[in-house]
């Protein structure tokens, strides 16, 4: 099957600029999660979206950020103003919801955006 | 919230055989124990995930205590590619938040 597709790869903005992702999840994927990698550190969840509907955006700066799924399929997570702290590596995952609440579906990963902000 | 707490790095050589531990004293009753495997550049790729007793897949074992309050990801006869960042996570994705820890970074000598 095809892997999470994310793009683009890279980007290099200056501060203040606005930047966008995009995410095409695993085709069937209910579930898709938005997360920030700064260099050094475990992934950071953003926020989770369960088909076209936000299930936790408790850890997204809101005042910044912003992360739609209007179809409930692919993804996009934006940043305007951009800061010098939003250099990071943006991660995007998808999972199956077919085991219902409480049951874990292992997270598929696409191999993320690389963010330098000048 | 389980909080995952883990070594923040390990050397082995190839060969040999690898175990990682991971602590999360306060998982709650519903959260899964999944374990990744990130190389840089890479997104995080999924290893094994376990709710109690003993998982095992074909790249790696993973052995839960009945309390649950830890687990150990264990790499038989690691090689060079081996080499990663290995991440204990635990949650579930039914409206939990999923937090990553540091991670462990496994380094295989030759």
């Known amino acids: 099957e095809a892997g999470v597709a994310q793009s683009p790869r890279y980007k290099i903005i200056e501060k203040r600029q606005s930047v966008a992702f995009w995410c095409n999840p695993i085709?069937?994927?209910?579930?898709l999660y938005w997360y920030q990698q700064i260099l050094g550190q475990g992934p950071k969840l953003l926020i989770q979206f369960q088909n076209n509907g936000v299930v936790d955006d408790s850890q997204l700066p809101k005042d910044r950020f912003s992360a739609e799924r209007l179809k409930g399929v692919d993804s996009t997570l934006k940043i305007q103003p951009a800061k010098l702290e939003d250099s990071a590596v943006y991660l995007c995952?998808?999972?199956?919801?077919?085991?219902?609440?409480?049951?874990?579906?292992?997270?598929?990963f696409g191999d993320g955006t690389r963010l330098s902000i000048l | 919230l389980a909080k995952t707490t883990q070594p923040i790095s390990m050397d082995s050589y190839e060969g040999q055989e690898v175990n990682i531990t991971c602590s999360h004293n306060?998982?709650?009753?519903?959260?899964?124990i999944t374990w990744y495997q990130q190389f840089p550049s890479q997104g995080p790729r999924f290893i094994i995930q376990?709710?109690?007793t003993k998982v095992t897949n074909e790249v790696a074992s993973l052995f839960i205590p009945a309390d649950r309050k830890s687990s150990t990801l264990s790499l038989p006869r690691v090689s060079l590619s081996d080499t990663a960042v290995y991440y204990c996570l635990v949650g579930h994705n039914a409206g939990n938040m999923l937090t990553f820890g540091g991670g462990t970074r496994l380094m295989v000598k030759p």
């Open positions: 306060n998982i709650a009753t519903n959260d899964y």
């Open positions: 995952a998808s999972s199956d919801s077919a085991g219902g609440m409480g049951s874990n579906q292992p997270q598929h």
């Open positions: 376990g709710y109690k």
């Open positions: 085709s069937g994927h209910a579930t």
